[in-house]
């Protein structure tokens, strides 16, 4: 009982810590100019409205019949939610370096804030753009909400485990962010947004499923088209990869909190 | 009360490791006022992060059984992005208090007029301080620690600090660290010293005193 009393004080601290940190986030990130902390959402809008806009001006050769609006709001939006994460993780620790010498904020929390904050961004806009575009009637509504649902919460936990693994690291090793920017770069084209996987050769197919995200990009996908297309995913795979690279993040981040010197 | 025990703390270095603290054992009780006099790098600043828990030491076991303070008055522990006010209110919400209550008196503890609306990058050295004073009195503590106060503000300022530490707030503990045995003598009734890593505890204050006086130059 007594542990389980003191687990629940932590989390209540932990709680409070987190959302100082997320308040602390908005307020220097998008302060009290103009539409304030709307950014959170408008900026990821406005990436995924671009996309949108070129796919369909340049009838990209995404190799399926699949209409192109919904196609890249599905694919963009994914990429977003998983990209931004680590972008945000990483050198996260040091602006908050001087916030450190108040025992209760850890850099877990610091993590936690900025995932949440960038989850949100990402699952606003596409929540957003999905019902103003049905509601104008460019595209349909999805067939199977749950399973798009739960491929974004797999694309999620992905990129907050990514995020965490490559903050812990990036605060040890300056080298994480040079490499972060290049390796983001080149997997966009191959994270399953911009194309689908039953349109590739057998062998490709095979490499490219590799890649955690692309199960949960097709997905996602099902879900919203339904049986128009023949989706490629293992979610026991996906699943698998996520816990192993959670357990490396943890214990990274375990780490760095032993070593952290706040100034 | 605060339990140290065989607390070492090593960082790594370029070239290897520096142990800036070897195997440091020693006990707070409530409502004590310890000083801890030591030169500069003796290991004063490590010391009080260890114990406030920002840092954790490399071996050995520290225990807190009362609430204990994060280091006061040095102008850290702020956001520099954020305004003053914004700074109160995030450690209000770490802390689990209620800032709008509060705001008068940090307002009129700090000086800062309007910039406490302004943000902190943009203080002056004096201004931080003062702004890290007037906050760190609004969450009370059972055992405040203290990083060379004395750097704070001028001399009336400096009266109303002792006024708020050391009469209002004078059944609680105290652990003051500096490099001044005057400073120390003044506030507090047991005395250790830090030098070169290692802690020197000694039964009476005098002895510590003149032990400080012989290792210090």
């Known amino acids: 009982m007594a542990l389980l009393a003191s687990e629940r004080r932590s989390w209540t601290i932990q709680r409070r810590v987190i959302g100082a940190l997320l308040m602390r986030e908005i307020l220097t990130r998008y302060g009290r100019h103009n539409i304030g902390f709307l950014w959170l959402f408008v900026e990821p809008m406005i990436f995924t409205l671009g996309i949108t806009a070129l796919w369909t001006a340049t009838k990209s050769v995404h190799g399926s019949n699949l209409p192109i609006v919904a196609f890249a709001i599905t694919g963009y939006s994914s990429v977003l939610l998983w990209r931004n994460m680590p972008s945000r993780c990483i050198g996260a620790i040091e602006p908050n370096l001087s916030l450190m010498y108040h025992r209760n904020v850890k850099a877990i929390d610091i993590f936690a804030a900025r995932l949440l904050l960038e989850g949100a961004g990402a699952t606003i806009s596409f929540i957003a753009l999905a019902f103003f575009f049905s509601f104008i009637g460019w595209i349909e509504p999805p067939e199977d909400i749950f399973k798009i649902v739960f491929g974004w919460l797999l694309l999620a936990w992905f990129g907050a485990s990514l995020a965490t693994l490559l903050g812990a690291l990036s605060h040890q090793y300056e080298i994480v962010d040079k490499f972060w920017h290049p390796a983001a770069y080149l997997l966009f084209p191959l994270s399953g947004a911009a194309f689908m996987v039953d349109v590739l050769p057998q062998q490709a197919q095979e490499i490219i499923l590799l890649l955690p995200m692309v199960h949960g990009v097709e997905l996602i996908r099902e879900g919203y088209f339904g049986t128009a297309f023949t989706a490629h995913y293992d979610i026991a795979y996906m699943a698998l990869f996520c816990t192993a690279l959670t357990l490396f993040a943890l214990a990274q981040t375990r780490i760095v909190s032993r070593t952290v010197i706040p100034e | ?217």
């Open chain 2, 1 to 217: 009360m605060i339990s140290i025990e065989n607390v070492s703390k090593v960082y790594p270095v370029r070239d290897g490791v520096v142990t800036v603290l070897e195997d440091i054992n020693l006990r707070v009780n409530p409502g004590e006022k310890l000083g801890i006099l030591g030169r500069n790098g003796a290991g004063k600043s490590t010391m009080i992060r260890l114990i406030s828990g920002a840092e954790r030491p490399t071996a050995g076991v520290i225990e807190r059984s009362m609430s204990v303070s994060w280091p006061l008055a040095f102008g850290g522990a702020f956001q520099g992005a954020l305004t003053g006010l914004d700074n109160l209110r995030f450690i209000c919400r770490i802390y689990g208090t209620k800032a709008e209550d509060k705001i008068d008196f940090v307002q009129e503890f700090s000086e800062l007029g309007r910039y406490l609306r302004e943000p902190v990058r943009a203080y002056s050295s004096g201004m931080r301080a003062r702004l890290a004073f007037a906050i760190s009195m609004i969450v009370e503590f059972d055992c405040f620690l203290i990083d060379e106060i004395i750097a704070v503000g001028d001399a009336r300022f400096h009266e109303k600090c002792h006024v708020e530490l050391f009469h209002k707030r004078n059944d609680r503990a105290m652990i003051i660290v500096s490099h001044d045995t005057s400073y120390i003598r003044e506030h507090c009734e047991r005395a250790v010293v830090l030098s070169k890593g290692r802690l020197y505890s000694f039964d009476t204050t005098d002895e510590a005193y003149a032990f400080y006086a012989e290792h210090s130059h």
